[in-house]
């Protein structure tokens, strides 16, 4: 398929291109790696009016440290973060989420700052509009009233998949945003608003330049794990980012992301308050793995019914807990 009529533009500085998008006053997209926007585009279900190319700005893509933060510049690809060398040795479960998305080919091209702001994805909503919506009645993503998923729903079930933001959620991240208002740093969980029909708590004009990581202290320990079909390509049907942070066989602090379950990704605030404060053993992370299954109501907007979801969820928050453990015994070794 063709990609749609556009104006296209270049800008030089961040300023020049939030100026851009302001002009066109929603209408206009920011253009970074491409990976997610330009398929959407193609199948008519992202309409824009004009792109406005983020590669030309400069700053933006570079990977350093400042004091206890890693800053990380929005236009650092998924490959560069897989291949860093300061990641793999600092914060390898970050590289390890970078890895998880797509292919090579398309890591090469996908940005950092894109992957976070991805769209919420659906089964029905991501059909061409050769395929059913141009008949089918406008779901509450397209501005209508009803979810052609779920029958009765009273809101949309779209569903956020990015492999990485659990990852720097657990890490608690901070995202350095640059709009016509200026500039203001946002915990990353902010950007996040919960709607499927809109993902985003920014507006149309807001970029993310940079992303702030606390650097995790020596005794943590992290872990991203996630079940797809293929073992490439495919999104998520559930992605789960685990630290722990250890003394001897103490867990004295638990962090636990899901992605792929919800809108947003999703913290499992229950789980993490069985680990906290406990002696660590198989039966605890089974017990934590179990209050995962009993807090998340993933959304079945993946092919599979909520409640094998559900059970992926037990199984994947065990293994990102057990493997974070792993990699803490290894390293004491």
Known sequence: MRLPDFEYFEPETLQDAVSLLSKHK?????????????????????VADALVNLQGISGLRSISEEKDILKIGALVTLGEMEESSFLKGNLSPLAQAAHAVGTVQLRNMATLGGNLCQDTRCLYYDHSHLFGQSVWEKCFKRGGAVCHLIKKGKKCFAVYSGDVAPVLLALGARVLVIGSAGERMLDLSQIYSGKG??????????????????????????????????????FPIVGVAAYLKVDGERINDANIWLTSVGSAPVEAIKAEAVLREANFSA???????????????PYPNHGYSAWYLKEMVTVFVKRAC?????DMKGGQA
């Open 322 to 326: 057990m493997k974070a453990w792993e």
């Open 197 to 234: 029909e809109q993902a985003y708590a920014l507006s149309s004009e807001d970029l993310i330049a940079e992303i702030h990581v606390p650097k995790p202290s020596p005794l943590s320990y992290g872990a991203y794990v996630k079940y797809r079909e293929r073992g490439s390509i495919d």
């Open 26 to 46: 929603g209408k206009a997209k920011g253009l970074a790696g491409g990976t997610d926007l330009l398929p959407k585009l193609k199948r008519r279900v992202t």
């Open 283 to 297: 039966d605890l992370i089974e017990e934590a793995s179990l209050q995962a299954h009993q807090e998340i109501t």
